[in-house]
């Protein structure tokens, strides 16, 4: 089924611990994106990318760091995770700027 | 900076109608999503203006004033499954980006 992946599921972490979430997506699009959500903050951008090769940060991107080498994968690495990095991750994709995005089911990460 | 303001709650009955507003300040403007998520899943996407006026789509229905920074969506005929909460996003056009800025949502519970 095509759509976009994210892995793990779930994840607790030991806090100081290095983690990378995991975002594939075969739709081919342009534009990836990593949100965290947590309760009453909504979405919250933390870094994107417009194409292959190039990432930009987004509202709250300290603490985290991507990486797109393809159009298809899009991983975010937490480099020493803290307990304030305990959220939900959703990871989407876009064809463009008049195009919605689609999202992963997202990563349910714990940092204890 | 960006600012989507969204009421945090709103109760309705069902087969009722319900108006969920989004207002937004951003750097540019680059066309506005909504956003449907059930509780414990993906956002998924429900309409799309850049253009002022109404865009309907069945029973949803959504309004954008770009002058006023102003959007609306209009839920008909609820139904219990409506009971989810509903985002607001904007795509601020900011040096080519894609980036999708969101509001903190609204959690619309749909009474018998």
């Known amino acids: 089924i095509a759509g976009i992946t994210q892995a793990p599921t779930s994840q607790i972490l030991a806090a100081g611990r290095r983690m990378t979430l995991r975002c594939t997506q075969d739709m081919r699009h342009n534009a990836m994106y990593w949100y965290r959500q947590d309760l009453g903050l909504g979405l919250r951008l933390i870094h994107y990318s417009n194409t292959a090769g190039t990432t930009g940060k987004g509202e709250v991107p300290d603490g985290y760091s991507v990486s797109r080498a393809n159009t298809d994968d899009f991983p975010l690495t937490l480099a020493s995770a803290v307990p304030s990095q305990t959220s939900v991750y959703f990871c989407?994709?876009?064809?463009?700027?008049?195009?919605?995005?689609?999202f992963g089911q997202g990563t349910r990460l714990t940092v204890v | 900076g960006q600012n989507i303001d969204q009421p945090t709650e709103m109760t309705a009955t069902e087969g009722a109608i319900v108006q969920i507003n989004c207002t937004y300040q951003t750097s540019g403007f680059n066309g506005l999503f909504w956003y449907q998520q059930h509780a414990g899943e993906a956002p998924t996407f429900l309409s799309y203006?850049?253009?002022?006026g109404l865009e309907e789509k069945g029973r949803f229905s959504s309004f954008l004033s770009r002058s006023k920074g102003y959007s609306y969506l209009l839920l008909k005929e609820l139904q219990m499954k409506d009971s989810a909460s509903y985002l607001c996003a904007v795509r601020p056009r900011m040096d080519s980006s894609y980036k999708l800025i969101f509001g903190s949502g609204t959690r619309l519970l749909v009474r018998p």
């Open positions: 989407a994709s876009s064809d463009g700027s008049n195009t919605e995005a689609f």
């Open positions: 203006n850049v253009l002022d």
